[in-house]
């Protein structure tokens, strides 16, 4: 078959997208590549496509457990003869011997267990059609995920002479990108770049004030929908969970403090849910091949600008519209700044690990577009603002806050570099409390002297400057001090723009009043009908099968099924999305429900 014909009568679809043919006729061709492609833009069918055309077994080599039997649940799917071999696979003897007697297409096997010394026989004695390297980015120490093993990947590869080698991640950026090709023997001019811009998700980012409540509002406009909540610690976790199911939220924790069992189930029952919330630390989701994820947020800063864009691309991998929204405060930069400090890595490594981190900070503190930053950072060439982030839907108002903050930092040093924003916007809007007369502030020079803002204009001058390292924090009892970065701004060489909520909201292409249960897109009102009863059914076949709900067939194509209203298996097979094996195994049922509708 061509890979145009595998495309179709497996996958189900008629055309590829970007780079996807190119970057298979090399694999085909038995040329190695690395190949940059963003999340949900189709990097797993640039090596499934060749292992179904190329002899032998497919070797993907995968550090992430979840992510292999998602993949080999819908391989199996659609006909697919995959299996998976990791240090939680219950049936390793079977798969070895499907291995050896040439009875797989696809492996999906963790670097331990590949690289382990009778795997490495067994792949020498067996006909190898590739070696499909996923979340490349682990083996570069310049990474977010440096994974130590998947330096020793280079030598199992080269002791299989002639098989093409296909590295793949969504997230490095130049440093990184040259690094995964050095590291794995494959020639800088084979690094395949398709961009980052993932325009279908809508990136929000707000000033922490009481986070309890911007959650629950947030997901009051995102109400029956899938998505992940970060945290930044498992007892924040723990808390956030709480608040949800208080509220009545379907919503699960998961943490390392979990025992594996419960981290496992809690993990399944939101691989198989539409509408579940999974408050997290970033011990979940890496590799979950979930595609209707409505929402990310981020209860804290994550701890890298490549960090919040893996984490981000969990969000709408199935292309449809996605909210990604972040919630931070000053204290996140200095856990983050004491973490980096705190390292065990020289200085070099601290140095990146800061500029990183600035880079992070920028994007947080822009006015701009979000998005341009964003892509900015990895090298892409964007364009000045994208219509689906927060500041291009509604530019912020600057507000001209030199003085203010001068003032802000003078409250921090006549008070004693000791106390938190709470009791220092006390002292600056001259209020006479308990505290500030206990510790005699109504006679400092610096009381009263902020009447002409609002407190929350003060948390969110406090937050820049933290961010700017005008102002440090203890991490201990949050105490704000004079930061390296005060002295210019007290002189009054530096000038201080806040930016100022805008005055309206207009919704953009993901918000709350176009994400409706369909994950975004628009049903015609006449096929709302029968798009509610496709999918109910779709959850009975998914059921009995064992499967997620989008392993039968993800949503779009079910819009198209109510749209176009096939009477045939013939029409139904032209449908995006309808290979041959899912046709045939459940395309009378869905028929069936067509016709009645």
Same mark, same amino acid.
């Given at each position: ?12 679809? *008629? ?39 190329? /002899? ?14 998602? +993949? ?14 990791? *240090? ?22 963790? /670097?331990?267990?590949?690289? *382990? ?31 130590? @093993? ?146 990310? %947020? ?18 709408? $991998? ?6 990604? +929204? ?9 856990? %983050? ?10 200085? #070099? ?14 994007? %947080? ?8 930053? %964003? ?30 903050? $001068? ?18 916007? @006390? ?6 409390? @308990?505290?500030?007369?206990?510790? $005699? ?17 003060? $948390? ?40 100022? #909520? ?40 998914? #059921? ?54």
């Amino acid at each position: 078959m061509t890979p145009h014909d595998v495309l179709h009568r497996v996958f189900g679809h *008629s055309e590829f997208r970007g780079p996807q043919l190119s970057i298979i006729d090399d694999v085909i061709a038995g040329r190695d590549v690395v190949a940059i492609m963003p999340t949900g833009a189709g990097k797993s069918l640039c090596y499934q496509v060749p292992a179904l055309i190329r /002899p032998g077994t497919a070797l993907v080599i995968s550090p992430l457990i979840a992510l292999m039997e998602d +993949q080999v649940r819908a391989l199996k799917a659609v006909g697919v003869r995959a299996a998976t071999l990791n *240090s939680q696979a219950a049936d390793g003897e079977t798969v070895w011997r499907a291995m050896r007697d040439g009875e797989l297409d696809l492996l999906y096997v963790s /670097p331990e267990r590949a690289l *382990s010394e009778g795997f490495g026989v067994l792949a020498q004695r067996t006909e190898i059609a590739l070696i499909a390297i996923d979340e490349a980015h682990c083996v570069s120490q310049w990474g977010h995920d440096f994974r130590p @093993e998947y330096r020793r990947l280079r030598p199992f590869c080269d002791a299989l002479p002639g098989v093409p080698r296909i590295a793949l991640t969504a997230t490095a950026d130049r440093e990184t990108r040259v690094d995964i090709a050095r590291q794995l023997g494959i020639g800088d001019d084979r690094v395949v770049l398709s961009g980052f811009d993932r325009p279908n998700i809508r990136y929000d980012v707000a000033g922490r004030d009481n986070l309890k409540r911007q959650i629950l509002d947030f997901l009051g406009r995102h109400r029956d929908q899938a998505g992940i909540i970060y945290a930044p610690t498992r007892a924040a976790t723990e808390k956030i969970c709480e608040w949800l199911t208080e509220a009545g939220i379907n919503a699960r924790p998961y943490h390392a403090g979990l025992e594996p069992g419960t981290r496992s189930r809690h993990q399944a029952d939101f691989v198989k849910s539409e509408s579940m919330v999974m408050v997290a630390t970033i011990a979940f989701g890496m590799g979950i091949d979930k595609p209707d994820v409505r929402f990310v %947020l981020h209860a804290g800063m994550p701890k890298s600008i490549e960090a919040y864009y893996q984490e981000t691309g969990r969000a709408g $991998r199935d292309g449809d519209p996605a909210v990604a +929204q972040l919630i931070w405060g000053g204290e996140d930069v200095a856990r %983050l700044r004491g973490f980096i400090a705190g390292s065990d890595g020289d200085e #070099a490594r601290k140095a990146d690990e800061t500029r990183r981190m600035n880079a992070l900070i920028a994007f %947080l503190e822009t006015s701009g577009c979000r998005r341009r930053e %964003l892509l900015r950072y990895f090298g892409d060439v964007p364009p000045q603002a994208c219509g689906n982030c927060d500041n291009c839907l509604n530019p912020p108002q600057l507000l001209d806050a030199t003085e203010a903050a $001068r003032k802000l930092l003078s409250a921090v040093y006549r008070t004693g570099q000791r106390f938190g924003i709470g009791h220092l916007t @006390e002292v600056l809007l001259g209020k006479t409390t @308990e505290k500030v007369l206990k510790f $005699r502030h109504e006679q400092a020079s610096v009381f009263g002297i902020g009447k002409d803002m609002h407190v929350d204009q003060w $948390r969110s001058l406090t937050r820049q400057l933290e961010a700017m390292d005008a102002l440090t924090r203890d991490p201990e009892h949050g105490g704000l001090a004079l930061g390296p970065a005060s002295r210019p701004i007290l002189k009054g060489e530096v000038a201080i723009q806040l930016k100022q #909520a805008p005055p309206q909201r207009r919704e953009g292409r993901s918000s709350s009043s176009s994400t409706r249960r369909d994950g975004g897109n628009d049903v015609a009102a006449g096929d709302q009908a029968l798009f509610d009863a496709l999918r109910q059914r779709r959850r009975e076949l998914a #059921a009995a099968a064992e499967v997620p709900p989008y392993v039968v067939f993800h949503d779009a194509t079910l819009r198209e099924m109510a749209r176009q209203r096939p009477r045939t298996l013939g029409d139904l097979a032209r449908v995006p999305g309808v290979g041959a094996s899912k046709l045939e195994r459940w395309g009378p049922d869905f028929l069936r429900v067509i016709a009645r509708g």
